[in-house]
């Protein structure tokens, strides 16, 4: 009985452990986990340089890294959807990876890790529109873009200007939570067994 609650406590630990800080995972196949946030990306993110935003989010949408299909550019919006402009918008993508997963801050690059990045490039397209601009010349969208070397999220931009792609894709794998849940689920299951016998 007392070895099943170590082991409770340990596995609740554990889990509390790897919840609390932000792991990347190199997947060794061209792709990095964030485990913080729930993202997958490239990661070689001078795969497809100087695009306009149309020709970037058709290239992340045809793809396929890692034996994934389903990359797409990274959003704008934060969990509650809305777009964030500035510094330190940690709640969205791009800003996840910045500054919780790789722990920079504001103007500063500091931390790339197993990342490959050409820091002579570092302003990506992100995937939300931020509307229109008008005039005799047409409309031209104006995109959000993320600069990876000052952490700051903007959008005006015109789409057809040259910016970088970097791929993103969400995880479907469970969270922590639902693993330490199934792992005493079935250590009390187990327990219940010898009781029986």
Same mark, same amino acid.
């Given at each position: 009985?007392?070895? +099943?609650? &170590?082991?409770?406590?340990?596995?609740?630990?554990?889990?509390?452990?790897?919840?609390?800080?932000?792991?990347? +995972?190199?997947?060794?196949?061209?792709?990095?986990?964030?485990?913080?946030?729930?993202?997958?990306?490239?990661?070689?993110?001078?795969?497809?340089?100087? &695009?306009?935003?149309?020709?970037?989010?058709?290239?992340?949408?045809?793809?396929?890294?890692?034996?994934?299909?389903?990359?797409?550019?990274?959003?704008?919006?934060?969990?509650?959807?809305?777009?964030?402009?500035?510094?330190?918008?940690?709640?969205?993508?791009?800003?996840?990876?910045?500054?919780?997963? *790789?722990?920079?801050?504001?103007?500063?690059?500091?931390?790339?890790? &197993?990342? +490959? +990045?050409?820091?002579?490039?570092?302003?990506?397209?992100?995937?939300?529109?931020?509307?229109?601009?008008?005039?005799?010349?047409?409309?031209?969208?104006?995109?959000?873009?993320?600069?990876?070397?000052?952490?700051?999220?903007?959008?005006? *931009?015109?789409?057809?200007?040259?910016?970088?792609?970097?791929?993103?894709?969400?995880?479907?794998?469970?969270? &922590?939570?639902?693993?330490?849940?199934?792992?005493?689920? *079935?250590?009390?299951?187990?327990?219940?067994?010898?009781?029986? *016998?």
């Amino acid at each position: 009985m007392r070895k +099943i609650k &170590v082991f409770v406590v340990f596995v609740l630990f554990l889990g509390w452990g790897a919840s609390a800080q932000a792991i990347l +995972i190199d997947n060794g196949d061209g792709t990095v986990t964030d485990t913080s946030s729930g993202l997958m990306w490239l990661k070689d993110s001078t795969l497809n340089q100087g &695009v306009t935003w149309e020709a970037a989010n058709a290239w992340a949408g045809s793809v396929t890294v890692g034996g994934f299909d389903d990359w797409r550019l990274a959003s704008a919006l934060d969990s509650n959807g809305l777009a964030c402009t500035g510094a330190n918008c940690v709640d969205t993508e791009f800003g996840s990876l910045f500054y919780t997963a *790789l722990g920079n801050m504001a103007d500063s690059l500091v931390n790339s890790d &197993v990342f +490959i +990045i050409d820091l002579d490039r570092t302003w990506f397209w992100t995937a939300t529109n931020s509307g229109q601009a008008c005039g005799n010349f047409g409309c031209v969208d104006l995109p959000y873009y993320f600069q990876f070397e000052t952490g700051l999220q903007s959008a005006g *931009l015109w789409a057809v200007n040259p910016l970088n792609t970097w791929a993103v894709r969400s995880v479907t794998e469970p969270p &922590v939570w639902a693993l330490m849940g199934l792992g005493l689920f *079935l250590v009390g299951r187990q327990r219940v067994k010898r009781q029986r *016998l």
